[in-house]
């Protein structure tokens, strides 16, 4: 079955750049034809919320929780064990500091 999907220009440029995938929904005209439409989900921060860009993600620090995010790609030439326990140390280093916990 071929299923023709209408895009936007600016959907379809950011396609050829290799920017990133896009997210979106697809509509569905009939059962061969439809429309694809973009839509992103922007990363804000709460007031009161702290964060920390690491090389491989973020560390985000909150009333409510901690969280660490990390992301590897298995075609990078670091060993991924290595640049957990790297960043990880980074991170709750900034966790200290932003908690005011004693060293």
Do not use: C
Not at 29 to 44: A, D, I, K, L
Not at 64 to 83: G, Q, T, Y
């Amino acid at each position: 079955m071929i299923v023709q999907i209408q895009i936007s220009d600016r959907v379809y440029t950011q396609l050829l750049n290799g920017n990133k995938r896009m997210q979106g929904t697809l509509a569905l005209v009939n059962p061969t034809e439809g429309n694809f439409n973009e839509h992103r989900r922007e990363w804000r921060p709460k007031p009161g919320t702290r964060y920390m860009r690491l090389p491989h993600g973020r560390v985000t620090v909150s009333d409510e929780n901690i969280r660490m995010n990390l992301h590897i790609r298995r075609d990078e030439s670091i060993v991924p064990a290595r640049a957990i326990e790297a960043e990880s140390g980074i991170a709750s280093g900034f966790i200290q500091l932003t908690m005011g916990d004693p060293l």
